[in-house]
Each structure stands twice: as C-alpha cells, then as structure tokens.
C-alpha cells in the first residue's frame, strides 16, 4: 500500500478555526472588462488560475441538454483540497489557432474538441477573437472517475475569463464552467457546493441562467475527511457521457433513483446543516450505489466496478460493525472514496490499505475554491 497523509496545518486564510475551508467563493479577482473589448491589462502576458476536484455526494448523472450541459437532476459535493489542476492561458492577437497543452503535451482528440469549443463560447461572449495558448498541468489520474474535468474546467473557466476581460460573478464563473464540464461548476467553490439542476421546462438562455452552483452551509463540528483508494488511475473503457446517455436512455432504474436522488439531496443538506456526519454518509453511500445500480442495468450494462472495488466496499461494512462511522462512494471509474471523521482517517486508511495493498490510498479534507493565482504563486 501507498498511503500519502496529508499535512498537518494550522488554520489559514481560507480555513475556519475547525479546519474546514470557508465555502465563500474565491474566484480571485475576475478582472474589470476592459475598454473597447480588449483583454485583461496583463493577459498578453500570462493568467493563471489554479482549480481542485470535487467529490459527489449526491450524484450528477445525466443530462436533459447535451450543448448546455444541463442535468436531470440537483447534485452536491465536497471539494477536495489535493489533485489541484493548474492552468495559464495567454492571448495572442496574432495567432489563427489556439494553442492547447496539457500537462506538457498538445492537447488531441476529444480533449482538444472540448477545450476549442470552451475558447469558442469565451471570445464570444467577450466578444473579441484573439486566440489563446492554454497550459494546463493536471495532478488528477485522468479519466479514472476522480473528476479530473472538474478541476480542469474550472480553473480554464477562472483564467481564460480573467484573460479575456470577462465580468462574472461566482456564479457566473460557475455557469461558464457547467460549460465545459458539469461537475466543474461546482469546484469553482470551496467546501460542500450544490448544482442546481433547474427548471426541466426551461430552454434557451433561461436554462443557462437557472443551472449553477452555489455553497452549502454545514455545521463547524462535521469536521470530515475523504480517504481515496485510487485503485486503477488508467482511463476508462467507456467515457462518463456515454455512459450517461446509455444510461439514460436504456435503464429502468433510472428513473426511479432520479426521483430518490432529489429526496437525498434535500436530506443531505439538513445533515450538512445540523453536522450530522452518519447521516451524510449514508445517504452518500446510497446514491453512489444507485447510480451504479442504473448503469447495471443499461442495454448493454455499464460496470465500472472491480473487484477490487468491491474488496473495498467490504472493509468499509466491516469497519461500521467494528464503530467506525465509514462510508463509501464511486464516481463513474472503480476508485473508492470513504466519507469518516478526521479523526478516524488514518485508520479507514489503514484498513483499506491492507485490504488492497496495491492500492494508492491517500486522505484528503474540504479544499479551497477556484482562483487566480499572484505571480509569486505561480
């Protein structure tokens, strides 16, 4: 086993006395729209914005508009304060194509469609067509259900809105980046955020404006901790959005755990609020397994789960009988997530270590929102 324990720290600028990050968003200084359309004073030179993962509690699965990327369904999560994804974008007036390169290596493929037709959206609504050289540097696995797009997008969202002149609000920053990716609207927020879904009927500009996120108050004692248990960081076999439209599409539980997931959201919210860890983790681990559950039942059958993942899911029901408040939950790849106290962390940690030695096993808390990092960060 690897386990990685993350530092111990005193509370900072964006932490409370309990040690859970702030939820006010810190986008970091949109800059002012510029004159005539033009950019940012400095974006000739370079922005930089600096982005974490979140996790879901509450799960997105699903979307009622493809292009707007909109779901079916309200969801929540906590932002994570490792695997932060850094991302410099650069105007130039000169150029015929944008540059793209992630993590040192000219963006292809799909990877390339996405973040070409995000620089679309942004030159159009700042209404100015120079193009961009974009550095993103990812610490996420990729592709492995530990919501790399999320951090990826929001901290492209963050830098290439300061760059190109945008003025947005968090919330604004959060629509833009729905854009890109969904979970990415939520980490544009520190600490537990929802994404409101909104209204089905709507369409248009109306649908754009009513789906974004927002922070979650939670009680100061929750005092939480997600141990990770990356057990296959190589990329999937079949993508998130496939997954979900065959999911949508073929599944006969789909439905029915999109009905139950807006009870869950509601629930989740008054444990967040009243600090009520158990209560949390169960309704986490409920969601995540229907959601699973629907993709098992999709024409033909999604499984991310491996067996390893189901080795996991066993200790994790041993460590309850044994007292320890642990709850898992899976995104759309095999790692397992575990929801307990802080305290209780290194021991989750251990048990899942020894009970799949091959796995990375690290533990993580609530993390800071997206925002514009200051030259001396960079």
């Given amino acids: 086993m690897r386990r990685e324990q993350r530092p111990t ?43 974490h993962p979140n996790i879901a509690l509450v799960k997105y699965w699903g979307k009622r508009d493809e292009r707007l990327i909109l779901p079916w369904t309200d969801s929540l999560s906590m932002t994570l304060d490792v695997f932060p994804t850094t991302t410099r974008v650069r105007l130039d007036a000169t150029a015929g194509r944008d540059e793209v390169t992630l993590d040192g290596v000219p963006a292809r493929g799909e990877a390339a469609r996405r973040v070409g037709a995000f620089l679309e959206l942004v030159r159009e609504r700042a209404r100015l067509p120079w193009r961009a050289v974009v550095d993103s540097r990812n610490t996420v696995p990729t592709g492995a259900g530990l919501a790399s797009s999320a951090s990826g997008f929001a901290a492209l969202a963050v830098a290439t809105a300061a760059a190109y002149g945008l003025e947005l609000d968090a919330g604004g920053l959060s629509r833009l980046a729905r854009r890109g990716s969904g979970s990415a609207s939520r980490s544009v927020f520190g600490g537990f955020a929802v994404w409101h879904a909104g209204a089905p009927s709507a369409t248009g500009a109306a649908a754009d404006a009513g789906s974004y996120a927002e922070p979650v108050p939670v009680a100061g004692g929750l005092d939480p901790a997600l141990v990770v248990a990356v057990l296959d960081a190589g990329p999937k076999t079949v993508s998130s959005r496939e997954a979900m439209r065959r999911t949508v599409d073929t599944s006969p539980l789909y439905r029915p755990w999109a009905a139950s997931s807006r009870a869950d959201l509601a629930g989740m919210r008054a444990a967040l609020g009243r600090g009520d860890l158990e209560a949390v983790g169960e309704i986490a681990e409920r969601n995540a397994l229907g959601m699973h559950a629907t993709m098992l039942a999709a024409r033909p059958a999604v499984r991310y789960l491996s067996p390893a993942t189901v080795t996991v899911l066993d200790r994790v029901l041993g460590l309850r009988r044994e007292g320890v408040a642990a709850y898992a939950t899976m995104d759309a790849g095999p790692n397992v997530k575990v929801l307990c106290r802080r305290a209780d962390a290194r021991r989750v940690a251990d048990a899942v270590g020894e009970a799949v030695p091959a796995a990375r096993v690290l533990v993580a808390g609530p993390g800071p929102g997206a925002r514009l990092l200051d030259g001396a960060d960079r």
């Fill in 9 to 51: 720290t005193v509370p900072g600028p964006l932490e409370t006395a309990a040690g859970v990050p702030d939820t006010a968003p810190r986008p970091a200084r949109p800059a002012p729209r510029p004159a005539r359309g033009g950019p940012q004073a400095d974006a000739a030179a370079g922005v930089t914005a600096v982005a």
